[in-house]
């Protein structure tokens, strides 16, 4: 039985954060101290299922109840292979798999230090309205949410271009916009915007009301579209020509670790939902994965 302290504190974002309609620049965190090192754990309302009550009751009984075994670290299986399935366990839902892989990724680091990478993670830059451009002067890969004036993500992706000719996009229609729209959109980058600037976009993120317009836009357009939310529905049979932007919180770290190995042909960018840096680590060891991606690995700090 492990000595588990918890414990719950109010933190503010440095930046409020957009979640589905809803801005948040506070958020509570379960503090949880095991072995005198200290993990913060969240959930974003409307996007995690879980409370942060019900995750700190499944993460006492988990490092009270459980013996780990460290002799067959496996990071392909659920917990990593240091407990074995029972019902508790296979019932637990995706964030508290992911919050409890998070701690015990810690404690593997400590113990076991030679199963890690420090290899350099690249992480894209992201752009938020009003940012000053200067700052992406140096940039290698900048994400940008597309605006509703199509337009105004036209003038600055010019501008962009203009600063840093090497600079790759990354947009992100987060699920605004029809397919005429996008189409529309599609016309004015390949018309009105510099051609290496157009080549320079790696994908558009979930542009579609309606994910299957994908599939017609795909036909039609030069630019990959990247699966975000929608990664569960085609996590079994990946779309080869679709890259994936992985949150591990909603799948486990596990989950995502196995998912990698067994889709090398796919492209896979880490992605977080504004994590403590405290279990930052588990996003860092999935992105090692893909070293040669830019992730979007942002933290609240």
């Avoid at 890690?116 to 451009?133: A, C, T, V």
């Amino acid at each position: 039985m492990m000595d588990v302290k918890l414990s719950f504190e109010t933190l503010s974002y440095i930046k409020p954060v957009p979640v589905r309609g809803k801005v948040i620049s506070k958020n509570r965190f379960l503090k949880v101290t095991i072995l005198e090192r200290d993990y913060f754990i969240s959930v974003l309302p409307g996007f995690h299922e879980s409370s942060l009550e019900e995750l700190s009751l499944k993460i006492n009984k988990f490092f009270t109840n459980y013996h780990l075994n460290f002799s067959a670290i496996d990071f392909e299986k659920r917990f990593f292979n240091l407990v074995g399935p029972d019902a508790f366990l296979n019932s637990l839902k995706a964030e508290a798999l992911f919050n409890i892989e998070a701690i015990l990724l810690g404690m593997i680091r400590t113990t076991h230090p030679q199963l890690f990478s420090h290899e350099e993670i690249l992480i894209n830059d992201l752009y938020r309205p009003g940012d000053d451009l200067e700052k992406f002067k140096d940039s290698q890969c900048v994400k940008i949410k597309i605006d509703h004036n199509l337009l105004a993500t036209r003038n600055l992706l010019i501008e962009l271009h203009q600063l840093n000719p090497q600079l790759k996009f990354r947009l992100d229609g987060n699920r605004q916009f029809e397919l005429n729209e996008m189409i529309e959109f599609y016309q004015i980058l390949k018309t009105q915007i510099p051609e290496r600037a157009f080549h320079n976009i790696d994908y558009i993120e979930e542009p579609f009301k309606n994910f299957y317009d994908t599939l017609v836009f795909e036909k039609r357009a030069e630019i990959p579209v990247a699966i975000d939310e929608s990664f569960e529905q085609f996590a079994i049979k990946p779309h080869l020509a679709w890259p994936a932007v992985i949150k591990p919180s909603l799948f486990g770290i596990s989950f995502v670790s196995f998912w990698l190995r067994n889709h090398p042909e796919n492209r896979a960018v880490i992605s977080s939902s504004f994590e403590h840096p405290t279990i930052m680590e588990g996003l860092y060891f999935l992105a090692r994965k893909r070293s040669m991606e830019f992730h979007g690995l942002s933290q609240f700090l």
